[in-house]
């Protein structure tokens, strides 16, 4: 039997096929009265928006009560995921080309480095990031965690 983060997982997974949303994570916790379901979205494009959150907490919460998917009282809360988050899949990276990002990665001596500059390339390979005059290519493989830097 699937646990309840596996159900929600596949069913929003389903219902965000076809649009330009991806699901980030789900978060589930308890209260001594109700579940907290806490459920990361973004875009592959722009900003995950205030009122994209009301929409998709719209359709999320239709989904969950018509299957009756959540045993319970449940309180739902829709974000985007945050600048603080790492970043994991290639469209990620595709959509904060230009960013300043900090990536650890491994070096040629296998261990971990840091390096921060801009992103410029993502391609099948792997990124470049440029800081000054340096430009670093990391391959995918040799990535550990990226993430975005705020721009201040």
Not at 27 to 55: P, Q, Y
Request: a positive charge; proline letters at 4%.
């Amino acid at each position: 039997m699937d646990s309840l983060q596996e159900t929600l997982k596949r069913q929003i997974s389903s219902m965000l096929k076809g649009t330009d949303c991806h699901l980030i994570e789900i978060r589930i916790s308890n209260t001594k009265r109700f579940i907290i379901i806490r459920i990361f979205l973004d875009r592959e494009v722009g900003f995950f928006s205030h009122r994209d959150c009301v929409e998709w907490s719209s359709h999320i919460r239709d989904e969950i009560d018509a299957k009756n998917l959540v045993p319970g009282d449940y309180r739902l809360e829709i974000s985007s995921p945050g600048i603080e988050r790492p970043l994991r899949e290639r469209w990620e990276f595709k959509k904060n080309c230009e960013k300043r990002l900090i990536a650890e990665y491994l070096g040629g001596d296998k261990t971990a480095h840091k390096f921060t500059g801009i992103l410029t390339e993502v391609g099948d390979d792997g990124i470049s990031l440029k800081s000054n005059k340096i430009v670093l290519q990391i391959p995918w493989n040799n990535l550990l965690k990226a993430k975005v830097l705020p721009p201040w």
